[in-house]
């Protein structure tokens, strides 16, 4: 597809990549990456660097964000390299099935995968998709993951109408959501 570096004062490198996904820029900033910048095919280079340049503060914010919390981060919150995959699996998806009965859920297939960026996924074919290092979590963060993926098997968005269904199930689902930020940088260092 192609990609462009470009060094930028305050920033360092900026890393942009034409997608055949994406559907709009996306700017990822990440501990210890450059920031990377998805382009769609059919936007220039040059109009991305464009769109960029006034988001530049924006990107220093998170930047510095994101070097505070790896200071702060104590590596005994999670530990990626001691699991038990098969016994991983078994507890997650026994705690999916448990929670899609109780709540009269319905999903097709489950996939427990090690995942370095998203705890959980819901497909359009009500696919679930899990990330084997929940294990590692508080069991009530474990709970708020499953029955997120679920209710996206009947709201495909983050709409307000999702959010008051989750807050169905359990109780302050934007609490729980910010809470899995403290362990998120566990998965992208």
């Known amino acids: 597809m192609g990609s462009e570096c470009v060094e930028i004062e305050g920033v360092g490198q900026i890393v942009f990549k034409k997608s055949q996904r994406a559907r709009v820029i996306r700017i990822a900033v990440k501990p210890n990456e450059p920031v990377r910048v998805s382009v769609p095919v059919w936007v220039s280079f040059a109009r991305a660097k464009s769109i960029i340049k006034p988001k ?27 699991i038990d995959s098969v016994r991983a699996k078994e507890k997650l998806i026994g705690r999916l099935q448990e929670l899609s009965v109780l709540h009269g859920f319905q999903y097709n297939k489950v996939s427990i995968r090690r995942q370095k960026t ?51 199930y359990v109780q302050e689902a934007k609490v729980q959501d910010k809470a899995l930020r403290k362990y998120q940088l566990a998965f992208m260092v």
């Open 56 to 82: 530049i503060p924006w990107i220093q914010k998170h930047s510095e964000r994101l070097r505070k919390l790896k200071e702060g981060y104590e590596a005994s919150s999670v530990d990626r390299k001691e």
């Open 118 to 168: 998203r705890w959980g996924s819901c497909s359009a074919k009500n696919n679930i998709s899990l990330n084997m290092y929940m294990v590692k979590l508080p069991d009530i963060l474990i709970d708020y993951i499953i029955l997120h993926e679920l209710v996206h098997t009947r709201i495909k968005n983050h709409s307000k109408e999702f959010w008051a269904e989750l807050s169905t």
